[in-house]
Nanobody
């Protein structure tokens, strides 16, 4: 699986950004694809994931109600719309994917995906 991430940037608190992840090379019917982030000095954490087959979603508690993940299967692209951004959302965001064998929470919350795109910086100033 190849993943190409884009988007990100710098915004003030309360602002919005959209991340995109273009995916290719899928060889199975169902993948968990999503966004993960890593702030300086912290471990990488799962933000949100989506199933490539049925569109089911997972969100970390910290982003529920503010972030929305979606997919466009015609473009093989997954989007993360981030609204009401907070300074604590500042991190390098990575697109990740893996076969969805054990559910989205396993892939996303436990950060078990094995294919990664390049990171993109998101900076939220107060």
């Amino acid at each position: 699986v190849q993943l190409q991430a884009s988007g990100g940037g710098s915004v003030q608190a309360g602002g919005s950004l959209r991340l995109s992840c273009a995916a290719s090379g899928f060889s199975a019917d169902d993948y968990a694809i999503g966004w993960f982030r890593q702030a300086p000095g912290k471990e990488r954490e799962g933000v949100s994931c989506i199933s490539s087959s049925d569109g089911s979603t997972y969100y970390a508690d910290s982003v529920k109600g503010r972030f929305t993940i979606s997919r466009d299967n015609t473009r093989n692209t997954v989007y993360l719309q981030m609204n009401s951004l907070r300074p604590e959302d500042t991190a390098v965001y990575y697109c990740g994917a893996d076969r969805n064998l054990y559910g989205l929470e396993f892939a996303c919350r436990l950060v078990t995906v094995t294919s990664w795109g390049q990171g993109t910086q998101v900076t939220v100033s107060s």
